[in-house]
């Protein structure tokens, strides 16, 4: 079934950022959504994980016919939504096992084999080509910025999404990082075909490597533009001006206030009184 978003506008801090988006992201799907900074892309999908600094004012979200936005975030990871963040934090005293079999625990709802999960680490960790000791470092303290969007991958291997949100996961990785990350997006794909990814990214050297099915370009705060691969590839030739001139807009530049990390509440409907 996937993932449908009917009219969704969402605000924070008293700013109206998402103005009415549908999205319709179907089994095994890659969706890329692009668009110029500050346009509501991160906005978006901090909404669907549940960022509680954003009020949806109107609009539905629901994943394989479950209602979203009733969910708080543990629930909608429980469902299989998964984000990998564009600015992980760093979790200091809490080991990357312990956060990540945590994790685990609480998505399956039962106790995770300490063989079992040592082994599938292991085999993240060197797929991604990680540190051997980064099974007992605290989660993302001291990483590179490299090594923190590798790490949102292992997390992402080990949990086995159904639906994965990647927050601009390329950036700051050299050529062969952002190869690493693609090889095992890719292999995730394989291994699971029903896995659906909604990825934000600017950069067309990913985009090629990771092929979308469909792609989307968000312009204030709405989605203006859809095609398949070939629009990410005049969005790397020509940029967004042509889309002013041609759907008769003006491109705003004014970036929302990034909100904190949270995980024990979530992004709800607006209650009108």
Same mark, same amino acid.
């Given at each position: 079934?996937?993932?449908?978003?009917?009219?969704?506008?969402?605000?924070?801090?008293?700013?109206?950022?998402?103005?009415?988006?549908?999205?319709?992201?179907?089994?095994?799907?890659?969706?890329?959504?692009?668009?110029?900074?500050?346009?509501?892309?991160?906005?978006?999908?901090?909404?669907?994980?549940?960022?509680? $600094?954003?009020?949806?004012?109107?609009?539905?979200?629901?994943?394989?016919?479950? $209602?979203?936005?009733?969910?708080?975030?543990?629930?909608?990871?429980?469902? &299989?939504?998964?984000?990998?963040?564009?600015?992980?934090?760093?979790?200091? &005293?809490?080991?990357?096992?312990?956060?990540?079999?945590?994790?685990?625990?609480?998505?399956?709802?039962?106790?995770?084999?300490?063989?079992?999960?040592?082994?599938?680490?292991?085999?993240?960790?060197?797929?991604?080509?990680?540190?051997?000791?980064?099974?007992?470092?605290?989660?993302?303290?001291?990483?590179?910025?490299?090594?923190?969007?590798?790490?949102?991958?292992?997390?992402?291997?080990?949990?086995?999404? $159904?639906?994965?949100?990647?927050?601009?996961?390329?950036?700051?990785? $050299?050529?062969?990082?952002?190869?690493?990350?693609?090889?095992?997006?890719?292999?995730?794909?394989?291994?699971?075909?029903?896995?659906?990814?909604?990825?934000?990214?600017?950069?067309?050297?990913?985009?090629?490597?990771?092929?979308?099915?469909?792609?989307?370009?968000?312009?204030?705060?709405?989605?203006?533009?859809?095609?398949?691969?070939?629009?990410?590839?005049?969005?790397?030739?020509?940029?967004?001006?042509?889309?002013?001139?041609?759907?008769?807009?003006?491109?705003?530049?004014?970036?929302?206030?990034?909100?904190?990390?949270?995980?024990?509440?979530?992004?709800?409907?607006?209650?009108? &009184?």
């Amino acid at each position: 079934m996937g993932l449908e978003i009917r009219n969704l506008r969402v605000s924070a801090e008293g700013k109206e950022i998402l103005k009415g988006v549908d999205l319709t992201i179907g089994e095994g799907e890659v969706h890329a959504l692009m668009g110029p900074n500050g346009n509501g892309k991160s906005t978006l999908l901090a909404t669907i994980m549940g960022n509680p $600094d954003y009020t949806v004012e109107e609009g539905e979200v629901t994943f394989n016919g479950k $209602d979203l936005l009733s969910m708080a975030v543990n629930e909608r990871a429980k469902e &299989g939504i998964f984000l990998g963040m564009q600015y992980p934090p760093a979790i200091p &005293g809490v080991t990357n096992s312990d956060f990540f079999r945590a994790a685990i625990r609480a998505k399956e709802g039962k106790p995770v084999s300490l063989f079992a999960f040592i082994k599938k680490m292991d085999k993240a960790t060197k797929d991604l080509q990680l540190k051997p000791d980064l099974a007992h470092r605290f989660l993302n303290e001291g990483f590179s910025g490299g090594e923190k969007k590798r790490n949102e991958i292992v997390q992402m291997m080990l949990l086995r999404p $159904d639906l994965a949100m990647l927050d601009e996961i390329d950036s700051g990785l $050299d050529v062969d990082a952002l190869k690493l990350v693609a090889d095992a997006i890719n292999e995730m794909r394989r291994d699971n075909p029903k896995l659906s990814i909604l990825l934000v990214s600017h950069y067309q050297r990913f985009l090629e490597l990771v092929v979308p099915t469909h792609t989307h370009v968000l312009i204030n705060g709405k989605i203006m533009v859809e095609g398949d691969a070939g629009l990410t590839a005049k969005i790397d030739k020509e940029g967004y001006k042509w889309i002013e001139t041609e759907y008769d807009v003006k491109i705003e530049d004014e970036e929302a206030p990034k909100a904190p990390v949270s995980l024990g509440t979530c992004a709800v409907k607006k209650t009108r &009184g």
